[in-house]
């Protein structure tokens, strides 16, 4: 199983971005997934995270401006950012726990992406 993110980039404070990830494998199902972000000389934090059945929690620094949503037909994470502040810029990492068939039955994994990089100048 893999998670790819992309749609990260440079931009002006106040600007938006949509960052994508798309999760491909043996994969039955997924069940809550996430993104994350971790800033330089920080710890990763969580942004959003969204259950399989679409409900949705925001860290309070990105209530209002950041959407996170899930195409579950397309394995696909989404985070739409608006209103960037230089205080975003950093490493945002997609997470999945990821339901897979092995020979023993279903089994949940957690799994990350590589991250994408986003970067807000003032």
């Known amino acids: 199983v893999q998670l790819v993110e992309s749609g990260g980039g440079l931009v002006q404070a106040g600007e938006s971005l949509r960052l994508s990830c798309a999760a491909s494998?043996?994969?039955?199902?997924?069940?809550?997934m996430g993104w994350y972000r971790q800033a330089p000389g920080k710890q990763r934090e969580l942004v959003a995270d969204?259950?399989?059945?679409?409900?949705?929690h925001y860290a309070d620094s990105v209530k209002g401006r950041f959407t996170i949503s899930r195409d579950n037909a397309k394995n696909t994470l989404y985070l739409q950012v608006n209103s960037l502040k230089p205080e975003d810029t950093a490493v945002y990492y997609c997470?999945?726990?990821?339901?897979?068939?092995?020979?023993?039955?279903?089994?949940?994994?957690?799994?990350w992406g590589q991250g994408t990089q986003v970067t807000v100048s003032s």
């Open positions: 969204i259950t399989s059945g679409g409900s949705t």
């Open positions: 997470n999945g726990r990821v339901i897979v068939t092995t020979i023993e039955g279903q089994h949940e994994f957690e799994y």
């Open positions: 494998g043996r994969i039955f199902d997924i069940n809550a």
